[in-house]
């Protein structure tokens, strides 16, 4: 486990278990890799820094007395359409907007399973667009070339992953937004079947809507590796987002460590 490039979700869930490392470590060095990538790929609308780095005090605490849940300890990221108690929900639009009471249930169960939600990650507005961008908060840029979009609507979440910035993050799928941004950043992407993970407060308690069912996004075991995959959508819309954000020939995306293979 290097300061560069977070691990995949399951190594750092085992190291922390195994007390390899400490949870303030593994977010420490999640805050610094968002810091440092923020003017180049500006994957973050929002950077929870203290109350995660409090977060990870409190996990580490847990770890010590013996206590173990799933992803006690784990920094991930969530995608600025989900409530995170205490933080705005824009939902990439732009103005002021107040801080909510409670977390959405997805949050709430990630936090139950004890991970560390470090911030908030960009989207288009409202999620209408295959790509991450706008008035709000500029363009967030795809970590294997900054010239191109990471693809929409969960774009944040896919340029955070992809980057290494966390080892996994959530977003949201209606008409593509896992599959355009998993497609384009060479990420495993998972959009569950409607229903199978709450929306609420915004679908209901036990109900996902058509524009808001919840996905993970992350890495293979080899964070640094990628298969290679094509957009499963057809026509000529498709054609045209193809074109704006061709699979760069590069080997290596940006503030990767080593090449893959």
Do not use: Y
């Amino acid at each position: 486990m290097t300061p560069d490039r977070a691990a995949g979700l399951a190594e750092s869930a085992r190291a922390l278990a195994d007390g390899e490392v400490t949870s303030r470590v593994l977010v420490e060095r999640a805050l610094a890799r968002i810091e440092a990538t923020q003017p180049t790929l500006n994957a973050f609308r929002i950077v929870r820094t203290e109350a995660a780095l409090a977060e990870a005090d409190a996990a580490d605490r847990e770890l010590a007395a013996g206590a173990r849940r799933p992803l006690l300890g784990v920094p991930v990221a969530v995608k600025d359409d989900m409530d995170v108690a205490g933080e705005p929900t824009a939902f990439g639009c732009p103005g002021d907007f107040p801080p909510v009471a409670a977390d959405g249930e997805a949050v709430r169960r990630l936090r139950a399973a004890g991970a560390v939600i470090v911030g908030k990650t960009n989207t288009c507005e409202l999620g209408q667009w295959p790509f991450t961008e706008g008035p709000a908060f500029g363009e967030t840029r795809n970590p294997w070339h900054t010239g191109h979009t990471p693809g929409g609507s969960s774009g944040g979440s896919a340029a955070a992953v992809a980057a290494g910035l966390v080892p996994a993050a959530l977003g949201s799928d209606g008409a593509g937004s896992v599959r355009i941004p998993a497609s384009w950043t060479h990420l495993i992407g998972i959009k569950p079947q409607r229903g199978r993970i709450s929306t609420w407060p915004r679908g209901g308690p036990s109900t996902a809507s058509p524009s808001t069912a919840r996905w993970p996004v992350r890495s293979p075991t080899r964070p640094c590796c990628w298969t290679r995959r094509a957009a499963t959508t057809t026509g000529t819309r498709t054609s045209r987002r193809r074109s704006r954000c061709r699979t760069p020939s590069a080997a290596t995306p940006a503030g990767c460590a080593s090449p893959c293979h």
